[in-house]
């Protein structure tokens, strides 16, 4: 699901005062969306305490990041840079624990035919793992920047941006946006990098570039997801993870029919 997360070692004059303050507030926001929806969920009886070991891990590699995230940001704002390079050396690490909890579910859902109804399992056996991927990307970037805030910043921005689609997607009526409900929820991350536009170009009066990368990462993310799901690349990826197990009997481009009982997520 990261920020101003690891801002710079020698704090740039472009990113300084309000624009650090701005970027904290803004993974604020995104903090409360991610808390608010899982939440929700847990409120309304579709996730449960209950769940498989898998389950917890990828819960715990997820909010460890939204907390590394935000806690980041409001360091970087407040001026605490020697305790912000220590904490993203770790939160530069945590993506491999993201990357191996995301793939440990993504495949068990699959293989189990689990997948909400809304979902094309083919669908997200593709898009998950590559909005890590791109989520992946941006953040080692950010890292790479890290001696220019301006970048550094808004490069971690857009790569949570990446990683809101399953926050969104349990706050709006996804059954409703079928056949678009997987295209809908990620595209919703477009909110973030368009506000920082806006914020550029009221204090700035231009847009800076590294928005711009953000949101081109998640509508790429959308782009490449059904490109590759609805190819014979997909195609054959998704036979080789199902192959024997009940998932294989389900078509991977099909909407899953409706459950008898609750929905219960991430089984």
């Given at each position: 699901?990261?920020?101003?997360?690891?801002?710079?070692?020698?704090?740039?004059?472009?990113?300084?005062?309000?624009?650090?303050?701005?970027?904290?507030?803004?993974?604020?926001?995104?903090?409360?969306?991610?808390?608010?929806?899982?939440?929700?969920?847990?409120?309304m009886?579709?996730?449960?305490?209950?769940?498989?070991?898998?389950?917890?891990?990828?819960?715990?590699?997820?909010?460890?990041?939204v907390?590394?995230?935000?806690?980041?940001?409001?360091?970087a704002?407040?001026?605490?840079?020697?305790?912000?390079?220590?904490?993203?050396?770790?939160?530069?690490?945590?993506?491999?624990?993201?990357?191996?909890?995301?793939?440990?579910?993504?495949?068990?859902?699959?293989?189990?035919?689990?997948w909400?109804?809304?979902?094309?399992?083919?669908?997200m056996?593709?898009?998950?793992?590559?909005?890590?991927?791109?989520?992946?990307?941006?953040?080692?970037?950010?890292?790479?920047?890290?001696?220019?805030?301006?970048?550094?910043?808004r490069?971690?921005?857009?790569?949570?941006?990446?990683?809101?689609?399953?926050?969104f997607?349990r706050?709006?009526?996804?059954?409703?946006?079928v056949?678009?409900a997987?295209?809908?929820?990620?595209?919703?991350?477009?909110?973030?990098?368009?506000?920082?536009?806006?914020h550029?170009?009221?204090?700035?009066g231009?847009?800076?570039?590294?928005?711009?990368?953000?949101?081109?990462?998640?509508?790429?993310?959308?782009?490449?997801?059904?490109?590759?799901?609805?190819?014979?690349?997909?195609?054959?990826l998704y036979?080789?993870?199902?192959?024997?197990?009940?998932?294989?009997?389900?078509?991977?481009?099909a909407?899953?029919?409706?459950?008898?009982?609750?929905?219960?997520t991430g089984?």
């Amino acid at each position: 699901m990261a920020s101003a997360a690891l801002v710079s070692e020698d704090s740039a004059p472009e990113a300084a005062g309000g624009d650090l303050r701005f970027f904290a507030l803004v993974a604020t926001s995104m903090a409360l969306i991610v808390v608010v929806a899982f939440s929700f969920q847990v409120s309304m009886g579709r996730s449960t305490f209950a769940s498989p070991v898998r389950v917890h891990v990828h819960a715990i590699a997820f909010m460890g990041w939204v907390t590394i995230f935000l806690t980041q940001s409001w360091l970087a704002a407040r001026g605490s840079l020697a305790l912000h390079r220590r904490l993203g050396r770790i939160g530069a690490g945590w993506v491999i624990l993201m990357l191996g909890a995301a793939s440990w579910v993504v495949e068990v859902m699959t293989r189990r035919a689990t997948w909400p109804f809304f979902f094309r399992p083919q669908q997200m056996l593709v898009g998950d793992p590559l909005s890590l991927l791109v989520f992946t990307g941006l953040t080692w970037w950010a890292v790479t920047m890290r001696r220019r805030t301006d970048w550094h910043a808004r490069l971690h921005i857009g790569g949570m941006s990446t990683l809101m689609g399953p926050a969104f997607g349990r706050l709006i009526p996804m059954p409703l946006l079928v056949p678009y409900a997987f295209e809908t929820s990620v595209l919703l991350g477009l909110i973030f990098p368009v506000v920082g536009m806006m914020h550029d170009l009221r204090h700035g009066g231009t847009i800076h570039r590294a928005w711009w990368v953000g949101a081109g990462a998640v509508v790429l993310v959308v782009l490449l997801t059904d490109l590759i799901a609805y190819s014979a690349v997909g195609d054959a990826l998704y036979h080789r993870v199902t192959a024997g197990s009940p998932g294989a009997g389900v078509p991977g481009l099909a909407f899953p029919a409706p459950p008898s009982g609750p929905l219960l997520t991430g089984r």
